[in-house]
């Protein structure tokens, strides 16, 4: 495509539940990056991929959350048990050379009732 | 961790009149920072970037003034307009390759 898609884009999920935030890259971009923003803040940095491993995922707040990239392009977030404070948009960008450009999809809404 | 400040919180701006938003950082993994402009129901997208072997940076109506000794860096919009209208967010270099972002700078321009 010629963006980053993500979907949903919007997800409402009970607390407690299971939820996959889907995201696919540019064609060709090897490093791709999750990053979470609450309302009237910054994004905050969740794990960075480069082709399939994930090189850091240190902004990644607990084990309730998983990241897979199996292909080196379509990526998914895990999160488990989710809590109401998981509620955030999950915005998911690549890029062609990492440490550089990013272009990120609209990202997806979650709401944790 | 790096921390990245950004002042100020809001902006308001006459048509025409320059936007100025100020972005502190604390260290560097590499050399690359950029300003990312956000609009609502969207994700951040690029503006303009600068990588610090130069002072300054012009593309159009935006310029990035860099200073390496203080780790500060400054997003400048010329003639601003009311499409101008949004969410800038400074970002710094963090470990591996990834971006610590500032909390945002709300900017309005005023026709």
């Known amino acids: 495509g010629a963006g980053v898609s993500q979907t949903p884009s919007n997800k409402v999920t009970e607390k407690g539940k299971y939820v996959e935030l889907r995201c696919d890259p540019i064609s060709g971009h090897t490093a791709l990056y999750w990053y979470r923003q609450s309302l009237g803040q910054g994004p905050e940095f969740l794990i960075y991929f480069q082709g399939t491993g994930a090189a850091d995922d240190s902004g990644l707040p607990n084990d309730r959350f998983f990241a897979v990239r199996p292909e080196g392009s379509v990526s998914t977030l895990k999160i488990q048990r989710t809590e109401r404070g998981d509620s955030a948009v999950y915005l998911c960008?690549?890029?062609?050379?990492?440490?550089?450009?990013?272009?990120f999809g609209s990202g997806t809404q979650l709401s944790v009732l | 961790q790096q921390q990245v400040k950004q002042s100020p919180q809001s902006l308001i701006v006459q048509k025409g009149g320059i936007s100025i938003i100020n972005c502190a950082y604390e260290n560097t993994a590499f050399d690359y920072f950029p300003w990312y402009q956000q609009f609502p129901g969207k994700g951040p997208a690029l503006l303009i970037a600068?990588?610090?072997?130069?002072s300054e940076k012009k593309e159009g109506r935006f310029t990035i003034s860099f200073n390496k000794s203080a780790k500060q860096f400054s997003l400048h919009i010329m003639d601003s307009q009311p499409g101008d209208s949004a969410t800038y967010f400074c970002?710094?270099?963090?470990?591996?390759?990834?971006?610590?972002f500032g909390p945002g700078t709300r900017l309005s321009v005023l026709p």
């Open positions: 960008a690549s890029s062609l050379i990492a440490g550089e450009k990013l272009f």
């Open positions: 970002a710094a270099p963090a470990r591996g390759q990834n971006f610590v």
């Open positions: 600068i990588r610090p072997d130069v």
